[in-house]
């Protein structure tokens, strides 16, 4: 099918025919005709239109030029790979109730370099990945039917109690040979390895220091000198849960479709004056400018951090605050830039009360880590 018309008037006839095949096309391999992802320019693949509507969007604000191989509209790619429904990571698919398949050979390759010191746990995460579900079973192996229905377990917020009902039915409709664990418990063990690792600090109750480096000894805050610990020695007065972020980087680097991605903004943007996403920002370009040996790499991460409290108690009358921080990937597209899973949790800060001015306290972990590693390998990517 001829492209030719993207880049025409959107006043003459060959782009008015064009839009009329493009929209044929989507409507034809959309899942739900009535939801159909727009590339228009306003909309910039972030939001879902009827039929109707798609036409008038891409008449009246045209489309992204650069959007020549259809591939959120069911178009195959080269080797016959079908994006829409393929399985990668960073997949286009916009409807919040679903869930994407498994990479299960990518995640084991992922995560064995960060289980070198723990080749037992990483042999049996391969030997789940390759054995079958049950005698048989060519579909699913033991590992991605767990991720499958814990990715269901958390998209869905189901409780503990809940999945294991649910993985108890599950295995009693298999066969008998089935190797489907039926406790949470169970599969939280199996999928550990390749979970989040994190750090749990001991901090002061009046946010002045957290216990580590030279302070992690010390019974009590050298500046204001509360106890570190409640009535019990072995209960902090107040905690921080700090999750490395350069593992998760990593990965997100090794995946060939996600460093694609990251990419974006420097390979893929529309540079027309129209202000779509950060870079196109006066900032972006001082940046650029001020630090040019980073600006010239695009690979370069530009983060962003957002936080703000929030009661774990739901609707209890309870006074408490626990304040989750969010780093945001600046460098990918905006319809992936705020997407929950490019989202990365970074810090919990546990309350009662709220840190503050004192959060850069807090933060030092995270800025830590981010100095010491600045410079990670690009033999990765």
């Given at each position: 099918?001829?492209?030719?018309?993207?880049?025409?008037?959107?006043?003459?006839?060959?782009?008015?025919?064009?839009?009329?095949?493009?929209?044929?096309?989507?409507?034809?391999?959309?899942?739900?005709?009535?939801?159909?992802?727009?590339?228009?320019?306003?909309?910039?693949?972030?939001?879902?239109?009827?039929?109707?509507?798609?036409?008038?969007?891409?008449?009246?604000?045209?489309?992204?030029?650069?959007?020549?191989?259809?591939?959120?509209?069911?178009?195959?790619?080269?080797?016959?790979?079908?994006?829409?429904?393929?399985?990668?990571?960073?997949?286009?698919?916009?409807?919040?109730?679903?869930?994407?398949?498994?990479?299960?050979?990518?995640?084991?390759?992922?995560?064995?370099?960060?289980?070198?010191?723990?080749?037992?746990?990483?042999?049996?995460?391969?030997s789940d990945a390759e054995k079958e579900l049950y005698n048989g079973c060519t579909k699913f192996t033991r590992l991605s039917a767990i991720l499958k229905l814990y990715n269901l377990k958390a998209?869905?917020?189901?409780?503990?109690?809940?999945?294991?009902?649910?993985?108890?039915?599950?295995?009693?409709?298999?066969?008998?040979?089935?190797?489907?664990?039926?406790?949470?418990?169970?599969?939280?063990?199996?999928?550990?390895?390749?979970?989040?690792?994190?750090?749990?600090?001991?901090?002061?109750?009046?946010?002045?220091?957290?216990?580590?480096?030279?302070?992690?000894?010390?019974?009590?805050?050298?500046?204001?000198?509360?106890?570190?610990?409640?009535?019990?020695?072995?209960?902090?007065?107040?905690?921080?849960?700090?999750?490395?972020?350069?593992?998760?980087?990593?990965?997100?680097?090794?995946?060939?479709?996600?460093?694609?991605?990251?990419?974006?903004?420097?390979?893929?943007?529309?540079?027309?004056?129209?202000?779509?996403?950060?870079?196109?920002?006066?900032?972006?370009?001082?940046?650029?400018?001020?630090?040019?040996?980073?600006?010239?790499?695009?690979?370069?991460?530009?983060?962003?951090?957002?936080?703000?409290?929030?009661?774990?108690?739901?609707?209890?009358?309870?006074?408490?605050?626990?304040?989750?921080?969010?780093?945001?990937?600046?460098?990918?597209?905006?319809?992936?830039?705020?997407?929950?899973?490019?989202?990365?949790?970074?810090?919990?800060?546990?309350?009662?009360?709220?840190?503050?001015?004192?959060?850069?306290?807090?933060?030092?972990?995270?800025?830590?880590?981010?100095?010491?590693?600045?410079?990670?390998?690009?033999?990765?990517?």
């Amino acid at each position: 099918m001829d492209r030719k018309w993207i880049s025409a008037n959107r006043l003459s006839k060959e782009y008015e025919i064009g839009v009329k095949e493009f929209v044929e096309f989507a409507v034809k391999n959309a899942k739900d005709p009535n939801r159909v992802v727009c590339p228009c320019l306003k909309c910039c693949f972030g939001k879902r239109v009827r039929e109707d509507e798609l036409e008038g969007h891409l008449v009246c604000n045209g489309i992204d030029q650069s959007y020549t191989c259809w591939i959120r509209h069911g178009e195959k790619k080269k080797g016959n790979i079908n994006f829409e429904n393929s399985s990668t990571y960073a997949s286009t698919d916009f409807d919040t109730d679903t869930y994407e398949p498994d990479r299960v050979d990518e995640i084991a390759k992922a995560v064995e370099e960060d289980l070198r010191d723990c080749p037992k746990m990483f042999e049996s995460l391969l030997s789940d990945a390759e054995k079958e579900l049950y005698n048989g079973c060519t579909k699913f192996t033991r590992l991605s039917a767990i991720l499958k229905l814990y990715n269901l377990k958390a998209s869905n917020g189901w409780s503990d109690k809940s999945f294991t009902e649910l993985l108890t039915l599950i295995k009693d409709m298999l066969p008998d040979d089935n190797e489907l664990p039926s406790r949470t418990y169970e599969a939280k063990r199996i999928l550990c390895s390749i979970g989040m690792s994190y750090e749990r600090i001991h901090a002061c109750p009046n946010d002045c220091i957290l216990f580590r480096n030279e302070y992690e000894l010390l019974k009590a805050c050298p500046k204001c000198n509360v106890s570190r610990y409640k009535k019990k020695e072995s209960t902090p007065a107040k905690v921080v849960w700090y999750f490395p972020i350069i593992p998760r980087f990593r990965r997100m680097y090794r995946s060939e479709e996600d460093s694609k991605h990251l990419t974006w903004h420097a390979d893929e943007r529309i540079r027309d004056g129209m202000f779509r996403h950060p870079a196109d920002s006066p900032q972006w370009a001082k940046i650029d400018h001020e630090y040019p040996e980073f600006g010239i790499e695009s690979r370069n991460l530009r983060l962003a951090l957002s936080t703000d409290g929030m009661n774990p108690h739901g609707l209890q009358s309870i006074s408490h605050s626990t304040w989750p921080v969010i780093l945001v990937i600046y460098n990918l597209p905006p319809w992936l830039c705020m997407k929950r899973k490019f989202m990365m949790l970074s810090l919990l800060i546990s309350g009662p009360k709220q840190p503050g001015n004192d959060i850069d306290v807090y933060l030092t972990p995270l800025i830590e880590n981010l100095k010491n590693n600045q410079k990670f390998s690009y033999k990765e990517r």
